[in-house]
T-cell receptor, first 108, second 112 residues
Framework: GEDVEQSLFLSVREGDSSVINCTYT??????LYWYKQEPGAGLQLLTY?????DMKQDQRLTVLLNKKDKHLSLRIADTQTGDSAIYFCAEREGKLIFGQGTELSVKP | NAGVMQNPRHLVRRRGQEARLRCSPMKGHSHVYWYRQLPEEGLKFMVY????????ESGMPKERFSAEFPKEGPSILRIQQVVRGDSAAYFC??????????FGQGTRLTVV
């Protein structure tokens, strides 16, 4: 079935690293995505990873993929208050299937 | 290259009226997806279209909702005889074949 799961909340202090976790169900997904949504705004594509990769790094963002466990994570280094938002992971099965979103709160 | 354009950004309709939401995909994209987001909730898939074809409408309510993506012009999500429960943010995304999907800013529908 289609089910992407994320923890709902994460709170960190400014300057710390944040790790947002996601589990997905479809082992045939070719792409896995991370999107960011700020209040009242649309979804901004942050990064994505091909299913044949284990890791992808893009500036402060690191994506790790464990295909065996169907586990995806997003690490944000040196988290800033401007990173406060809701983060969605998504898998591609033709359409995009989204998790419920993780609300990241960054405290100064 | 403009991003995905949705209009209107805000739409207010009385119960029983029709709502038409428009989505112009990014240049070169032929795949469009519509999602609904209720307050404090995630995104629920509604429909996936390619030019002139509905690929997957498994998330569309059986009544009152329809979508199209004509050969020319934007994709339209149409809600007939709106009810208060239709109040939500409706997001559109577009992509090429098996490429990353980009979202518009959404249309916030309020039914009064």
């Amino acid at each position: 079935g289609e089910d992407v799961e994320q923890s709902l909340f994460l709170s960190v202090r400014e300057g710390d690293s944040s790790v947002i976790n996601c589990t997905y169900t479809d082992s045939s997904s070719t792409y896995l995505y991370w999107y960011k949504q700020e209040p009242g705004a649309g979804l901004q594509l942050l990064t994505y990873i091909f299913s044949n990769m284990d890791m992808k790094q893009d500036q402060r963002l690191t994506v790790l993929l464990n295909k065996k466990d169907k586990h995806l994570s997003l690490r944000i280094a040196d988290t800033q208050t401007g990173d406060s938002a809701i983060y969605f992971c998504a898998e591609r099965e033709g359409k995009l299937i989204f998790g419920q979103g993780t609300e990241l709160s960054v405290k100064p | 290259n403009a991003g995905v354009m949705q209009n209107p950004r805000h739409l207010v309709r009385r119960r029983g009226q029709e709502a038409r939401l428009r989505c112009s995909p990014m240049k070169g994209h032929s795949h469009v997806y519509w999602y609904r987001q209720l307050p404090e909730e995630g995104l629920k898939f509604m429909v996936y279209l390619q030019k002139e074809n509905i690929i997957d409408e498994s998330g569309m309510p059986k009544e009152r909702f329809s979508a199209e993506f004509p050969k020319e012009g934007p994709s339209i999500l149409r809600i007939q005889q709106v009810v208060r429960g239709d109040s939500a943010a409706y997001f559109c995304a577009s992509s090429g074949y098996d490429t990353e999907a980009f979202f518009g800013q959404g249309t916030r529908l309020t039914v009064v």
